[in-house]
């Protein structure tokens, strides 16, 4: 079976900018949860969903936003981008949203 | 709020030595802990989780890691590394629903 797949890998962009990242869980899981991780810092999180309904929300500002598609995929999209905003953002899927989360390979996002 | 703590960013060992990482954390409620591993340039992988029952769980391939709930501690043991288990380990902990807060990860480099 697929694993967890994010597209795309890797991306460059500049400061104001929106980016839109993109993930697509395991099939038959109907929660996805993304994560920031800043280069040396452990991940952060920033959004839960589950059956397109956002479960969670962390400490972020509100240029994050995310949703789900009834196919269970899921955007994060961030708006006027900072600097600060460059990271591995990793996209996780779990089948109920209360069990084991599974990773996907993140998306770098370089922003200049 | 729950909070994670790896007591040592870097542990550098033999190839063949005992390796201990360290991971305390601050919860009011009862937790779910993991260990995660994390290779250059992918995603997170479970190495393994406690959730209830033993308190001493163990991975697939010779890692075991031990909840103290006095000590709020769940320290990672291998008793013998392999150069293939030089990676970042992070540890993290889950309360309500599956949002994990994850600790700052520890570098382990395993040198021949």
């Known amino acids: 079976d697929a694993g967890v797949t994010q597209s795309p890998t890797h991306l460059i962009k500049t400061r104001g900018q929106h980016v839109t990242l993109r993930c697509s869980p395991i099939?038959?899981?109907?929660?996805v949860s993304w994560y920031q991780q800043v280069l040396g810092q452990g991940p952060q999180f920033i959004f839960q969903?589950?059956?397109?309904?956002?479960?969670g929300r962390g400490n972020f500002p509100d240029r994050f936003s995310a949703r789900q598609f009834p196919n269970y995929s899921s955007e994060l999209n961030v708006n006027a981008l900072l600097l600060g905003d460059s990271a591995l953002y990793l996209c996780?899927?779990?089948?109920?949203?209360?069990?084991?989360?599974?990773f996907g390979p993140g998306t770098r996002l370089t922003v200049l | 709020a729950q909070s994670v703590t790896q007591l040592d960013s870097q542990v550098p060992v033999f190839e063949e030595a005992p390796v201990e990482l360290r991971c305390n954390y601050s919860?009011?409620?009862?937790?779910?802990l993991f260990w995660y591993v994390q290779y250059p340039n992918q995603g997170l992988q479970l190495l393994l989780k406690?959730?209830?029952?033993?308190?001493l769980v163990e991975s697939i391939n010779g890692f075991e890691a031990e909840f103290n709930k006095s000590q709020t501690s769940f320290h990672l043991r291998k008793p013998s590394v392999h150069i293939s288990d030089t990676a970042e380990y992070f540890c993290?902990?889950?309360?309500?629903?599956?949002?994990?807060?994850f600790g700052e990860g520890t570098q382990l480099t395993v040198n021949p």
């Open positions: 996780a899927s779990s089948p109920r949203g209360w069990d084991e989360q599974f």
């Open positions: 099939s038959g899981h109907k929660s």
């Open positions: 993290a902990v889950e309360t309500s629903g599956s949002r994990l807060t």
């Open positions: 969903y589950y059956e397109k309904e956002e479960r």
């Open positions: 919860s009011s409620v009862s937790v779910y």
């Open positions: 406690y959730l209830s029952g033993s308190t």
